[in-house]
């Protein structure tokens, strides 16, 4: 009772909660902005940097979403065709959302950056977290509420009550993977290979800092920032969010009780009050920002799941549903939690002091002890993953419930306080701007310092993001590979099964896990190619722009950006095609059970790169910020050359290829979901 006064709705229309709750959250996004926009935005010079970067991110992401529109609309007739109206309505508002949350986060970070640094040089430090905070906690709060709002929605209208389009929900994360795809890697794409042009020509040939106003490639790397860590990130988790709901929505589908409404309604209902959670954590943020930056955002990290697993607890028991599946929830909130700490260790921990010690013997060994640990960083995530697998499963048939549907509440129980999650890796791209803002400008050492411990800090939340992205990817997949298989199994019985005995199945694994290779190969040859062309550019200027090197006269940067944007948005269209195409392919053509076995190769090649890559190129970057401190050497030194190297290979690893296995994943098994009830058992070649 007292949790119905709670919500103030009646049983009969519950299903209104998460889109009504997701406005109220779109409504506290745009309070939280109002609030980064009531801070000045600096003087006349510090102003024009941050038009250029917002006009930069501006411009790319519209120029994208030109692209985005026409492959969406050619997935949208082929749903129309195929799959009925409703799919392809769901896939319009899934790929809106996915888009809006990417482009609010972006124009909200744009703006934030500029006023952090200027936060920094008149109120100190806790004014300018507060700043960056609040520029990520849009991006966080938006991803949330939009989710709700799009994805609630087309609950209430084809799902509740005996709805009989409930199929229709998972083209909503088929239009959202596909823009998540995109974004991470036309944005991936654009950053680094601005990035690398920048460090490699600035730091190593000509010897200047890290954002220095005379690069012509530091707007371009600071506009890739927005666009690839913000926008791309945000469509990257907005993804795995709804994937997990959707996909556990599906599983429970399938399940014939008296609870099956119930345990459909559970995962819309577990991230609304996960909404209100993250929002609470956003308060405590904020409330203990003015003491230690460090300690705030761990405190909004870790209360958050707290409060949200007792709320979670409320729920459950309002819902008339088993304890164990609250156990199922907790079990994918700590697992994500843990991740993250996992993650954390291994880029800002002891084997980053050992990667930059091993560059006093120059950038070879840099390269050998950041790709061991790596792979070393692979193992324990990869054991924090199968244990919720198992634990999740258990309960759930221990309380007479699919055990798969376990796996699919773990995840949206890791992914339901993905407010605070974002708006705390967001935070991180927002201080990174502000500390290249606050060098191009010379606002001061005292300046540079402040926003080079918030950037600090944030290379760590980054780290922390992307490990747990990688998690909820992983069971988000796994609950969507889940739910075709259990569709598919619907429609043929016991004639379908993913047998290791099976031929097929075995095909089709080898089919799946050459294809996180084959992506990655195709990003990091994008990066390297887009930054060959943005190396030639800044040499060039640097010869024959007289006075850049004095500081007498301006870089051409609307040409780097031109550059990177160009290259972003030619070198896109192959991984997504890829990823949307492979299942049809081998569905059709070897048939339904080939397909789940590609869905398992992918799933294991995935996790496992994803991770790799991440932490590879995590720990490379914070050994050259260790020896830029001044230790080993400092900057100038050998050592520092060396470990630049490693940093330059890690780039591409942790913000190009290695978060495009993500959505790689996601998008394979949604699509392969979307289109189960197509599909032949034996495809036309075998």
Request: glycine letters at 12%; hydrophobic letters at 50%; one cysteine or more.
């Amino acid at each position: 009772m007292l949790l119905s006064k709670f919500l103030g709705l009646h049983c009969m229309n519950i299903a209104l909660f998460p889109p009504l709750l997701g406005v109220l959250g779109m409504i506290a996004a745009f309070v939280v902005y109002l609030l980064v926009m009531r801070y000045p935005d600096g003087e006349d010079k510090v102003k024009k940097i941050g038009d250029q970067i917002h006009a930069g991110a501006l411009a790319f992401m519209k120029t994208e979403y030109k692209y985005l529109t026409v492959f969406i609309v050619v997935l949208v007739i082929l749903s129309q065709i195929f799959l009925g109206t409703e799919t392809a309505i769901a896939v319009v508002v899934g790929a809106a959302c996915s888009s809006l949350a990417g482009f609010i986060g972006m124009y909200a970070a744009t703006k934030a950056n500029v006023r952090t640094a200027t936060a920094a040089q008149k109120d100190g430090a806790a004014a300018a977290l507060s700043v960056s905070f609040y520029g990520g906690s849009v991006m966080g709060l938006c991803v949330a509420s939009l989710g709700l709002i799009g994805l609630g929605g087309l609950y209430y209208f084809y799902a509740f009550n005996g709805g009989l389009h409930v199929h229709a929900l998972e083209g909503f994360g088929m239009g959202a993977s596909v823009v998540a795809l995109f974004s991470r890697v036309g944005g991936g794409i654009f950053t680094k290979s601005a990035d690398v042009g920048a460090d490699l020509v600035g730091k190593i040939e000509v010897g200047i800092p890290e954002d220095d106003p005379r690069n012509p490639g530091v707007i371009a790397d600071n506009v890739g920032d927005n666009v690839g860590d913000v926008a791309g990130m945000g469509s990257d988790i907005f993804e795995s969010y709804c994937g997990s709901m959707i996909a556990t929505i599906a599983i429970a589908y399938t399940i014939q009780s008296a609870d099956s409404a119930n345990l459909m309604m559970l995962p819309l209902a577990l991230a609304s009050v996960g909404l209100i959670a993250s929002i609470m954590g956003i308060f405590i943020v904020k409330l203990a920002s003015a003491k230690e930056p460090a300690s705030a955002l761990r405190s909004g990290t870790l209360l958050a799941p707290v409060i949200f697993v007792v709320m979670a607890y409320f729920l459950i028991q309002h819902m008339s549903l088993p304890l164990e599946v609250l156990y199922c929830v907790i079990s994918g909130a700590v697992g994500g939690v843990l991740i993250g700490l996992i993650t954390e260790y291994y880029t800002g921990g002891n084997p980053v002091k050992k990667i930059a010690e091993s560059g006093e013997t120059g950038a070879a060994t840099v390269m050998i002890s950041g790709l061991a640990v790596g792979m070393q960083s692979v193992v324990i995530p990869i054991i924090i993953l199968a244990t919720i697998i198992l634990v999740s499963t258990s309960l759930a048939s221990s309380a007479g419930i699919t055990g798969v549907y376990g796996v699919g509440i773990a995840a949206v129980g890791m992914l339901s306080t993905v407010g605070i999650t974002m708006a705390i890796d967001a935070y991180g791209p927002v201080a990174d701007n502000a500390g290249g803002i606050a060098e191009m400008s010379g606002m001061g050492k005292e300046v540079r310092d402040i926003t080079d411990s918030l950037d600090e800090l944030g290379n760590t939340t980054a780290a922390i993001g992307k490990g747990f992205a990688i998690g909820a990817a992983a069971l988000a997949a796994l609950a969507i590979i889940s739910a075709y298989s259990a569709q598919v199994s619907l429609k043929f019985g016991d004639a379908f099964s993913l047998s290791l005995t099976d031929p097929m199945v075995l095909v089709g694994m080898f089919i799946g896990i050459c294809i996180p290779f084959l992506i990655s190969s195709i990003t990091m040859t994008a990066v390297g190619d887009a930054a060959f062309e943005m190396i030639n550019e800044i040499r060039r200027q640097f010869r024959e722009i007289p006075g850049l090197m004095e500081g007498t006269a301006d870089p051409d940067s609307e040409k780097c950006v031109q550059i990177a944007t160009e290259a972003a948005l030619k070198k896109m269209m192959l991984p997504g095609v890829i990823a949307v195409a492979m299942p049809a392919v081998v569905g059709f053509g070897l048939g339904a059970i080939a397909l789940g076995g590609m869905l398992a190769g992918g799933l294991l090649g995935c996790v496992a790169l994803a991770l790799f890559m991440a932490n590879a190129g995590g720990a490379w970057d914070n050994a050259k910020k260790y020896v830029e401190k001044g230790n080993l050497g400092g900057k100038g030194s050998d050592t520092h050359s060396a470990v630049v190297v490693g940093d330059t290979v890690g780039d591409p690893f942790k913000d190009t290829s290695g978060p495009a296995m993500n959505i790689l994943i996601n998008v394979m098994a949604m699509v392969s979901l979307v289109i189960s009830s197509l599909l032949p058992l034996n495809g036309i070649f075998f």
